[in-house]
């Protein structure tokens, strides 16, 4: 496969990304019986696996987004996290459940737990998509993988290089 001069091989297909969403959503709805629960994507990447999960789960739920800076054109983290776009609502006393595309060096979802632990919401998880568990740096909870990855750069369904390749339907490594 071919876009802007890179060669992308097919790490996770369209149907294994389908099958294991809902089979994170069955352990969401098991997990949560009751009570207001928030799924909060983190922008830009997740919006894809959000936008599948919050209809493979059968439990009602309400949707937020939250944005941070990310690599920009460069592959590799610098370690630097920013607040670009912050919740729409207070989720203090909430069920928040943070949607993320990939958990790397963990840095980002340091930041991100911490900022929204501050708020008081009743419990506080997150579901990851990718857990590239290798390359961690700091030791963060993830409640929920879709699936453990290599040390390898991924493009599509959602997550983007310099914010190409983010429509592919599988998940590839940019080569
Ligand atoms: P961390 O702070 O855990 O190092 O990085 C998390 C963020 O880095 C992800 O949300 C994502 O934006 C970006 N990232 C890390 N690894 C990859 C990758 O393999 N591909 C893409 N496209 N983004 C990645």
Redesign the pocket.
Known sequence: MQETGRSLRVLITEREIQQRVRELAEAIDRDYPEGILYLVG?L???AIFLADLVRAVRRPVRLDFIG?S??GAA?T?S?E?RLTKDLDVSIAGAHVLVV????????????LLRLLSSRQPRSLRVVAL?D?RE???CE?PVDYVGFV?PD????GYG???AED?RGLRDICV?E
């Open positions: 983190v830009k990447g997740a941070i990310s690599y592959k983290s370690g996290v993320e595309d990939i958990v790397d060096t963990g840095l980002t979802l340091r930041y990718l590239k390359r961690r740096v963060v990855i390898q750069f991924v493009v997550l983007d290089y390749y940019l």
